[in-house]
Nanobody
Framework: LPLVQSGGGSVQPGGSLQLSCAAEGFSLENYVIGWFRQAPGKEREGISCLSNSDELTVYSNSVKGRFTISKGNAKNTVYLQMNSLKPEDTAVYYC????????????????WGRGTQVTVSS
């Protein structure tokens, strides 16, 4: 898979985690990067995306004000900073790359990371 994810893990409610998504073998410069998550028994949910120009960001209502998507200085890694985590944030988190700026539609994403588990529990 051309997108390599890192970060994630277990944290108590109210804690923070940062996920990263790095491109291997291609440049993210021309791609929209989206973060999705999938909890057991639920559909994959789009939670944030960042335009290829880095000027536009979109967040789902479920994470707005708590999560921040950004691109690193090298421009080939995208981060998802997650603060004030809640138990309902527990899921496998995926990053995807798309040539179109469409929030939350997995079928429009061409490349995916393998996913990383985030568990929020006391």
């Amino acid at each position: 898979l051309p997108l390599v994810q890192s970060g994630g893990g277990s944290v108590q409610p109210g804690g923070s985690l940062q996920l990263s998504c790095a491109a291997e073998g291609f440049s993210l410069e021309n791609y929209v990067i989206g973060w999705f998550r999938q909890a057991p028994g639920k559909e994959r949910e789009g939670i944030s995306c960042l335009s290829n120009s880095d000027e536009l960001t979109v967040y789902s209502n479920s994470v707005k004000g708590r999560f921040t998507i950004s691109k690193g200085n090298a421009k080939n890694t995208v981060y998802l900073q997650m603060n004030s985590l809640k138990p309902e944030d527990t899921a496998v988190y995926y990053c995807g790359a798309s040539s179109r700026f469409i929030m939350g539609v997995p079928g429009t994403y061409e490349y995916w990371g393998r996913g990383t588990q985030v568990t929020v529990s006391s």
